[in-house]
């Protein structure tokens, strides 16, 4: 705390000590400076290139698919266009400024004087002109304000990251599940009443947000996958293959209906829109609908993505999805067809071994597409160096914590920042602040 106030005090004197000239009066001529912003569009036109050639690096590599080579590359080239565009603007913005001043220079020099009319008082020079003319004046007085500006962000920025890197090293459950190769994981949609697990032995059940577990052995098998209905309906639990459906939250269970023939569900998601309508794989990665909670299943167009260890939707209509795949990582599913969302350059996952995934729609985060479309929501996914999360479709991943090999996960009821994480030994951690935090820090 003792860092921070003297690093705010440096600041703020600092700032005073730049903007002091706006407020002093005074006279002269403006003298010319270099231009920040002609510099700063070229950096940005600099910067866009730069990421265009990564990409050719990594496609030459195999890193990129066409698909995703494509947007990302226009996407990159439309800010070199932009940004040499306004650098052109400037240009001519600042042409005709001296030209101008040019005229005003030969106008003074005039020895023609009008002698009936009156002196025109000089006007004061404007806050901007007094800036300009305080940097020319002292310049290293200036150089000197803004380097004490940059040292103290740099030491702010690296006390923030060592706080979050040590929080997140001292992450502590709040409890312990029982069992066997944990793989699912749900809360209550509706009030966050209780929460389900699952592994390879059954269903456990927790009423104090993960601190303590309890088995219900009315469901006893290997459970792949945990959904519950939007509003808080009926809850779905995909054990040995099989749908099972309860509506009290897990207490007691009933078969769901027969499944396609010669099919073995592998992972299960429910629409957050739609109550009764499901999504589920089977072993090939086929995707199967239901709109009747599962009592009738169709195969829709969506082409195999292969074994899929988890499935979530981040969009009913047209259906959006997230999954992820043994030492594949995460991919993306839109218009029958997936493709890579394990991020890219500086914002890819740094592991390929993705556990789980959810979306929380409800999260408020929005981001921009390369193709200029809006997508709402935050992805969680949950692998062996714990929990990353991306707000715009899988292009950029940013690392939680807590540092463990994390192997389920689910977020709270919809507009809650509550996050349950379960590791590979069966710990439990909680976010109350969508994984900003863990509880026990």
Do not use: C
């Amino acid at each position: 705390m003792v860092f921070v106030g003297i690093a705010t005090a440096l600041a703020l004197i600092s700032v005073l000590f730049v903007l002091y000239p706006l407020w002093q009066r005074g006279t002269g001529a403006v003298v010319p400076v270099s231009d920040g912003q002609q510099e700063m569009l070229t950096e940005q036109r600099k910067a866009a290139y730069d990421a265009m050639a990564e990409l050719d690096f990594d496609r030459e590599l195999g890193k990129l698919d066409e698909s995703d080579y494509r947007s990302l590359y226009e996407r990159y080239r439309r800010q070199a266009v932009a940004a040499l565009k306004a650098a052109r603007e400037r240009e001519a913005v600042l042409s005709a400024r001296i030209d101008q001043q040019v005229q005003q220079a030969r106008s003074a020099a005039s020895f023609t004087v009008a002698p009936t009319t009156p002196a025109i008082p000089a006007t004061a020079p404007s806050a901007r002109q007094r800036f300009t003319q305080s940097v020319e004046r002292r310049p290293s007085a200036w150089l000197s304000a803004v380097g004490m500006l940059f040292v103290v962000f740099t030491a702010g920025t690296l006390w923030v990251w060592s706080q979050g890197s040590q929080a997140s090293a001292n992450a502590q459950p709040v409890g312990v599940i029982a069992g066997d190769a944990h793989t699912a994981l749900l809360i209550d949609n509706a009030a966050g009443a209780w929460a389900l697990s699952g592994d390879a032995t059954g269903i456990r059940r927790s009423t104090d947000a993960g601190a303590t577990w309890t088995a219900t052995p009315v469901l006893p098998g290997k459970v792949a996958a945990l959904a519950q209905d939007a509003g808080g309906g009926q809850v779905y639990a995909l054990v040995d293959g099989r749908l099972n459906r309860s509506t009290d939250g897990g207490m007691t269970w009933t078969r769901g209906g027969a499944l396609p023939r010669n099919v073995r569900f592998t992972s299960l998601a429910a629409d957050p829109a739609q109550a009764g309508r499901l999504l589920a794989l089977d072993q090939s990665g086929a995707l199967f609908e239901s709109r009747n909670a599962g009592d009738a299943w169709d195969r829709t167009g969506f082409e195999p993505a292969g074994p899929v260890a988890s499935l979530a939707v981040a969009v009913a209509q047209p259906l959006e999805l997230f999954a992820t795949v043994p030492e594949v990582g995460v991919i993306a599913g839109s218009d029958n067809r997936w493709a890579s969302a394990n991020g890219v350059v500086n914002g890819a996952l740094p592991t390929k071994v993705a556990h789980a995934i959810v979306y929380d729609p409800s999260s408020g985060s929005t981001a921009e597409r390369p193709d200029g479309s809006t997508v709402r929501g935050t992805a969680y996914v949950a692998t062996d160096q714990g929990v990353f999360r991306s707000t715009d479709y899988g292009q950029d991943w940013f690392p939680l914590g807590p540092k463990q090999n994390i192997v389920a996960l689910t977020t709270g009821p919809p507009g809650s920042k509550l996050l349950l994480a379960v590791s590979s030994v069966g710990e439990v951690f909680r976010s109350n602040d969508r994984g900003i935090t863990w509880a026990g820090n």
